[in-house]
């Protein structure tokens, strides 16, 4: 009887195992045992024992040292965030198409950087790390990462700086917004593609770089969920489905495209929702299995009764700037 009695508990405690992922799906953090100092530990497609050890290692060195625990680890740093729960703050990081999440007590360490779905404060006036944004400002979403000669940039719409009538870029002071103020000035935008002659509703602006600065091909989802990872471009054909993550509406708002816009050749609409301040957000397409996204374009236009959101290719932007995409992994 205790031999029966112990193969019933056996199989008790292999069924609980396997309901429990060793590793979560793409798209979605699971709920690890909190490892040293952390306060909790999630992860998406690494298994758990991974992202504890990251725990681990991260959590038994100062804050400020956090980047460089992660990097020895053998792990991307993307940002770290403050929240008000318990005087905590939540750091996000990759390796190839896993991600991880560990929140922490204390003082939240320096780093952050270029992700498309992120706020962008473009101004006329000087900007001020800390200080609040100068009257007339506009608030947009960052776009993809590209390749522009040998630097990096990034995307965003040109009508977020807008242009003067004599052609000049009327907001061209920007930087990447870390409520409540703007929060890492990034300079002056660098190509305006609304002042050519055949004009084009995309800009490109200086990205991040160096210690605490990384920038990434990937499109975040606000830091509760794992990013979306970008991997090469798809054409906006109709009937496709795709998504965009805009500061407003939020990420992954998703549909399909349903027809071209009215009257402007190259612009594309899909049956989508947007709202001010999703300008210049990625669209991208609904995402696959891995967690990975193709570019298919930025969003520039909300249109008709319905807010429609429409957008500019991809294609023609690259294109025009002779750039390339960067993608994740490379």
Same mark, same amino acid.
């Given at each position: 009887?205790?031999?029966?009695?112990?193969?019933?508990?056996?199989?008790?405690?292999?069924?609980?195992?396997?309901? %429990?992922?060793?590793?979560?799906?793409?798209?979605?953090?699971?709920?690890?045992?909190?490892?040293?100092?952390?306060?909790? %530990?999630?992860?998406? &497609?690494?298994?758990?024992?991974?992202?504890?050890?990251? @725990?681990?290692? #991260?959590?038994?060195?100062?804050?400020?040292?956090?980047?460089?625990?992660?990097?020895? @680890?053998? $792990?991307?740093?993307?940002?770290?965030?403050?929240?008000?729960?318990?005087?905590?703050?939540? *750091? /996000?990081?990759?390796?190839?198409?896993?991600?991880?999440?560990?929140?922490?007590?204390?003082?939240?360490?320096?780093?952050?950087? $270029?992700?498309?779905?992120?706020?962008?404060?473009?101004?006329?006036?000087?900007?001020?790390?800390?200080?609040?944004?100068?009257?007339?400002?506009?608030?947009?979403?960052?776009?993809?990462?590209?390749?522009?000669?040998?630097?990096?940039?990034?995307?965003?719409?040109?009508?977020?700086?807008?242009?003067?009538?004599?052609?000049?870029?009327?907001?061209?002071?920007?930087?990447?917004?870390?409520?409540? &103020?703007?929060?890492?000035?990034?300079?002056?935008?660098?190509?305006?593609?609304?002042?050519?002659?055949?004009?084009?509703?995309?800009?490109?602006?200086?990205?991040?770089?160096?210690?605490?600065?990384?920038?990434?091909?990937?499109?975040?989802?606000?830091? $509760?969920?794992?990013? $979306?990872?970008?991997?090469?471009?798809?054409?906006?054909?109709?009937?496709?489905?795709?998504?965009?993550?805009?500061?407003?509406?939020?990420?992954?708002?998703?549909?399909?495209? /349903?027809?071209?816009?009215?009257?402007?050749?190259?612009?594309?609409?899909?049956? *989508?929702?947007?709202?001010?301040?999703?300008?210049?957000?990625?669209?991208?397409?609904?995402?696959?299995?891995?967690?990975? /996204?193709?570019? #298919?374009?930025?969003?520039? %236009? %909300?249109?008709?009764?319905?807010?429609?959101?429409?957008?500019?290719?991809?294609?023609?932007?690259?294109?025009?700037?002779?750039?390339?995409?960067?993608?994740?992994?490379?």
């Amino acid at each position: 009887m205790l031999r029966a009695l112990r193969t019933a508990l056996l199989a008790v405690v292999a069924l609980l195992a396997s309901a %429990v992922p060793a590793s979560a799906q793409a798209g979605e953090y699971t709920m690890c045992p909190a490892a040293g100092d952390a306060m909790f %530990v999630e992860v998406s &497609q690494a298994s758990c024992a991974d992202a504890q050890a990251v @725990a681990v290692a #991260v959590t038994a060195v100062p804050a400020a040292s956090a980047e460089a625990g992660l990097v020895a @680890a053998g $792990w991307s740093p993307l940002r770290a965030a403050a929240n008000d729960f318990q005087a905590s703050y939540d *750091i /996000v990081a990759t390796r190839g198409l896993a991600a991880l999440r560990i929140r922490r007590r204390g003082t939240a360490p320096d780093f952050d950087g $270029w992700m498309a779905g992120r706020e962008l404060v473009f101004s006329s006036a000087t900007l001020v790390p800390g200080a609040p944004a100068p009257r007339g400002s506009s608030a947009c979403t960052s776009s993809f990462l590209i390749r522009l000669g040998a630097r990096h940039g990034g995307l965003s719409a040109a009508h977020c700086a807008g242009t003067t009538k004599a052609g000049v870029t009327r907001r061209r002071n920007v930087a990447l917004r870390r409520p409540p &103020q703007p929060g890492i000035v990034l300079g002056t935008v660098r190509r305006n593609l609304a002042r050519r002659a055949k004009p084009v509703d995309a800009l490109v602006v200086p990205v991040p770089s160096g210690a605490g600065r990384p920038s990434a091909a990937v499109v975040e989802r606000f830091i $509760w969920r794992p990013p $979306w990872f970008v991997r090469g471009t798809a054409r906006p054909l109709l009937g496709r489905r795709v998504c965009y993550t805009g500061i407003t509406s939020g990420p992954d708002n998703c549909g399909t495209i /349903v027809r071209p816009f009215p009257g402007v050749r190259g612009l594309a609409c899909t049956n *989508i929702t947007a709202r001010s301040g999703d300008s210049g957000a990625p669209v991208y397409t609904f995402p696959a299995a891995d967690g990975t /996204v193709r570019a #298919v374009g930025i969003a520039n %236009v %909300v249109f008709g009764l319905l807010r429609s959101m429409c957008f500019v290719p991809i294609a023609p932007v690259l294109d025009a700037l002779d750039a390339t995409l960067v993608s994740a992994g490379g």
